[in-house]
């Protein structure tokens, strides 16, 4: 399983570097699929999905310069032929999964049945998460409630035994000081990785590397 979890994106040298690694390839020469139903759960979702596509929001992500980048909507997915999407799924290099909603886009990998191709697919395509995308494949996940599903939805896939607390000390989120996420993190039973938008964690078949020209903590229970 190779996974790249950013807080923002592609914010920096290191964290290309590290992208390219994963890939084995430049990423000129590497295929996307950009997963965007996150975002949907959060206020002017339309927007942003726009403003991330095309790159004037926040850091790279979409803009990379992939040799292709195509959308992959999950919502859609129940209700067409699993032989007419898998193909393009199991084709792609990277699978790059934008912010927004974890407990919304935790429901629609589900039930679109992505989740459950999850394991082995990563084991040939790199998932690379921004904010909520990164934090659904962790042990902790959270919701803006803007939607209509059960309170007690799972709100992240599990797939790794630690969470991921984005966007720390970002000048507009003042809830994401380091002595919140430090109160929030002594509730969980596992172990947080507080980090800011200048730092990803990378996961290779279970081992963790902190990828940082930022600041971040391990916070452990």
């Given amino acids: 399983m190779k996974l790249l979890l950013t807080s923002a994106g592609i914010s920096n040298q290191s964290i290309r570097n590290a992208l390219i690694v994963l890939l084995g ?6 295929n996307a699929l950009f997963i965007p139903t996150a975002v949907y759960g959060i206020p002017n979702g339309g927007d942003i999905l ?3 596509i095309c790159g004037t929001l926040g850091d790279p992500f979409c803009e990379l310069g992939w040799k292709s980048l195509s959308l992959f909507e999950l919502t859609t997915l129940p ?20 912010g927004g909603d974890c407990q919304y886009l935790t429901y629609w990998m ?6 459950d191709l999850l394991p082995s697919l990563l084991q ?11 934090m659904i494949m962790t042990s902790h996940g959270s919701t803006f409630g803007n939607h209509t599903l059960p309170a007690e939805s799972a709100k992240s896939l599990g797939l790794i035994d630690f969470a991921i607390h984005p966007h ?3 000048p507009t989120f003042p809830q994401n000081s380091m002595a919140n996420i430090e109160k929030l993190a002594a509730t969980l039973p596992m ?28 916070i452990t229970p």
């Fill in 168 to 170: 720390l000390d970002y």
């Fill in 110 to 115: 589900k039930q679109s049945g992505v989740a």
């Fill in 50 to 52: 726009r403003r991330v």
């Fill in 124 to 134: 040939k395509v790199v998932y690379v998460g921004l904010s909520a995308g990164s």
């Fill in 191 to 218: 172990p947080s990785y507080a980090i800011d938008d200048q730092t990803a964690i990378k996961v290779v078949d279970g081992v963790v590397e902190v990828i940082s020209e930022g600041n971040w903590k391990l």
């Fill in 25 to 30: 390839k430049p990423i000129a020469e590497a």
């Fill in 79 to 98: 209700s067409l032929k699993k032989e007419f999407w898998l193909s393009t799924l199991n084709e792609t290099d990277a699978l790059l999964v934008g």
